[in-house]
């Protein structure tokens, strides 16, 4: 009782001395106060009371706070009426009975009320599905029809297959704009594209890292211009020099090697020198040096040379795993008839 | 004398390793010590020789890696060039061991045998590296080239004298080995004269690969087998320095560029038996253990085509059957572990995988 006079009392006080630089005589008050409550409280009553009287007779009391809202809140009620906009979190207007905190030493964690964790953090009670709902409705006026023919994923891809995409940002602020607004991101399946073998390769080559080899998506993004429109008129340039330039082959690409191709090839590779090799010498133990052609389509087009290039193009593309090694063990085993 | 409910195969079945198969699979069958002493001087994993100094005797388990090795090795053709096989797999799971008894079968049969223990020993940590003697960009490694003759000459007795070596060699000016000369000379010189021991390692393979298919029948038939293990330190990296202080690459080590030309497939009458090794390996991860990821591109170039085998923990049989033997022979005191929880448990921490049960049962 006396801490709930004290405030008050304290409150007032600061008003009246407020041209002293009170802190000191406040702080010196309050200790007096302190020690005072401490002291018996029938000789003190009578100082408090007075100063009590005094202050409530200055300032209106506190108003006692009513039954919470949820009280009177009906489960079919609209929610919508209760949380309009994106607001803080109000214990008195949400039913629900939600804990969050740091647990008390072998108890719970804390109750809504008064709970400044639950304000802290942004809540989405605004936008309920129902909310959600009532948003689209008022914003189907300013909407145009979707195109009917355009009903599956794969038709809407068909007719457009590049995707075009940039943010809008609105805030109220001391400037209504936002520097993010410039960047564009071109997403275009290379399967759409009119691609042959050399020309995918070079693209993807020429690509890099906006390439992805999973979902078969180039994605360029520009945001090297000021403006949006220039972004995106950059961005479609960049897309029809990659096409035309992997179209073109130029003179030094003829010095492609082994290291820069992107797959593993069984033709020319030194595994086929060495199966060959190694048959050659099987067949003829003398004759080593005779390598006619004849003998080499005849040899690599047996079965189980056949095999074994499959086998080892499986093994470099795929990486290794068990079971390409166990039929890679099978194609040698076949190859020299174990 | 063994009751047959530990699983030991009887003791008429010791030598002839010729007899294995598939129904022996998860036996014991012993090594006769004389052939442990000429056959494995160093061959032998260092636990498994500590166990055998323990128990007395050598006993090794019949697993199907090392039979369908042995049964490769029976029905190959000796006429043509050689097969290579490799066996990988986890740590632990009894790749040199494996190697060990398809190396036995061999030695029993009367092979020679070229048995490289560990490569990874001739890729780190010599303390003398010379730069060679007759060709100036290679070094040579003293040390590690005698002993393995050394153990090359226990290994083979019979045939040294029996063959001749085709060429003359010189290795410094007053010293050279003529042609006609027997083996043993070649690496006696070898073992005595420590600068040129790297060559004369180098000579000897070269000699072996000459002669190996050639003659069909009587005295100088016979066939090569050539045993490494950890082969992955062939193509990988070395941690060996040279004087200014640059990493060595392993083609400038003669023995391993020595080595490189046996694992090659243009010689014929023999096998080549490898087996792939992490433990050992230099600046590999320890979950690397496919043949690829190990051998590293060039590798898997040189050594394709090759057989993989694959060697795994043990299945149920082959555990029961190792958890009998120990109990047997007294090494799980632990009166705990005669139980059948213990045993579960045992199931448990190991995994089955055979290294870290001989640990855990060390402690037993």
Redesign the interface.
Known sequence: MAASVTRPALSSLCKINSNINGIYSLTSFSRRISISSVLSTSAVTTETEAAGRGVRGQRRSKRQAGEPRTERMTVDQDWTAVYPTAASFKPSAVPLPVRMGYPVKRGVPPAKKGNLELIKIPNFLHLTPVAIKKHCEALKQFCTEWPSALDSDEKCVKHFPIQVQSKEFVSAGLSLRNPDVRIVTLKVKLSSLNLDDHARKKMIKLSEERYCKDTDTLTITTDSCPLRQQNYDYAMYLLTVLYHESWKTEAWEQEKTRADMEEYEWEDS??QK??L??LL??RA?GAKDEVEEGTREELLGQPAVQE?RDT?LR?KNEG???EN??Q??EA??K???? | SRPPSHNIVPTSLILCATYHSEGHSGQYYTLPPTHIQKLFPYGLPPRFQLQIKTFNEGCVMVRPPALELIS?LK???Y???P?RYVL?GDIGTGKTMSLCHALHYCYSQGWLIVHVPDAHLWVKNCKELLPSSSRPSRFDQPIQASQWLKNFKITNERFLSKLKTTQRYVWTKRESTEKGQPLGELIDQGVNRMKSSSDVVGAVLRELRLQAGGATEGEGAFKLAVAVDGVNALWGKTSLKKEDRTMCEPEELTLIHNLRKMMK??W?GGAILTALSQTGSVFKPRSAY????LLGEEGF?NM???????VSNYNEKEFESCYLYYLDRNWLQHPHSRSEEGKKELIFLSNKNPSILERLCAFL
């Open positions: 030194p595994s060495k199966v090799d190694t010498r099987m133990l074994y080892m093994l290794e795993t068990e090694l166990q890679y063990k040698v085993k190859l020299f008839n174990i | 490769y029905r190959a053709d006429s043509k060039p097969l990988y497939n243009n014929s496919l043949p690829s990821e170039d394709e085509p090759f057989v993989p085998v694959s």
